[in-house]
Antibody
Framework: QVQLQQWGAGLLKPSETLSLTCAVY????????WSWIRQPPGKGLEWIGE???????NFNPSLKSRVAISVDTSKNHFSLNLSSVTAADTAVYYC??????????????WGQGTLVTVSS | QSVLTQPPSASGTPGQRVTISCSGS????????VYWYQQLPGMAPKFLLY???QRPSGVPDRFSGSKSGTSASLAISGLRSEDEADYYC???????????FGGGTKVTVL
């Protein structure tokens, strides 16, 4: 049973960089995709991007210029960095894992979510 | 405005059947699998259906899915109070090279 536990700063000022980390328990990185998804307060889900164990990545075109996803296999962690944040980036951010097959919207396991608020 | 279109709300009484639609295009639902997620109030989403109509282990068979052309639907039969939640459809979009979600449908059990 895969479990994801995430953490990171919950309050940021405009122009700062959002950094979140997701720890993976019960699985290795091999054979899975690793994703980040966000949900603005009271709104729907928005996919941010994904990382495959092969090293390939895909990102939401609207966020691509500001997003980086990295993996630390030694710690079984993967991380999200989103630069130059604005109030529009205020959301609950989720990490998620799915099958390592390209072209799928498969998110089998989810982290608990982290509310990130951007405010001056 | 979400790429996939869902009705904002649906409702039914206990025991009834509720259906939620998800409309897309040839670049997403028309050419890729549809996935469904259930989000209970205050919780993270949960994997509900995959590859249009497959249930992960532990998901009751009251939940079923179908797909035809560029549309998909989720049906909940024998509606129960614990089914009150937001439901999201999702698919890969070949034009955007990314995952797109529906706006979500809030199911209320009357």
């Amino acid at each position: 049973q895969v479990q994801l536990q995430q953490w990171g700063a919950g309050l940021l000022k405009p122009s700062e960089t959002l950094s979140l980390t997701c720890a993976v328990y019960g699985a290795s990185f091999s054979g899975y995709s690793w994703s980040w998804i966000r949900q603005p307060p009271g709104k729907g889900l928005e996919w941010i991007g994904e990382f495959f164990d092969s090293g390939s990545t895909n990102f939401n075109p609207s966020l691509k210029s500001r997003v980086a996803i990295s993996v630390d296999t030694s710690k079984n962690h993967f991380s999200l960095n989103l630069s130059s944040v604005t109030a529009a980036d205020t959301a609950v951010y989720y990490c998620a894992s799915g099958i390592a097959v390209a072209g799928q919207a498969s998110f089998d396991y989810w982290g608990q979510g982290t509310l990130v608020t951007v405010s001056s | 405005q979400s790429v996939l279109t869902q009705p904002p709300s649906a409702s039914g009484t206990p025991g009834q059947r509720v259906t939620i639609s998800c409309s897309g295009s040839s670049s997403n639902i028309g050419s890729n699998y549809v996935y469904w997620y259930q989000q209970l109030p205050g919780m993270a989403p949960k994997f509900l259906l995959y590859r249009n109509n497959q249930r992960p282990s532990g998901v009751p068979d009251r939940f079923s899915g179908s797909k035809s052309g560029t549309s998909a639907s989720l049906a909940i039969s024998g509606l129960r109070s614990e089914d009150e939640a937001d439901y999201y459809c999702a698919a890969w979009d070949d034009s955007l090279s990314g995952v797109v979600f529906g706006g979500g449908t809030k199911v209320t059990v009357l």
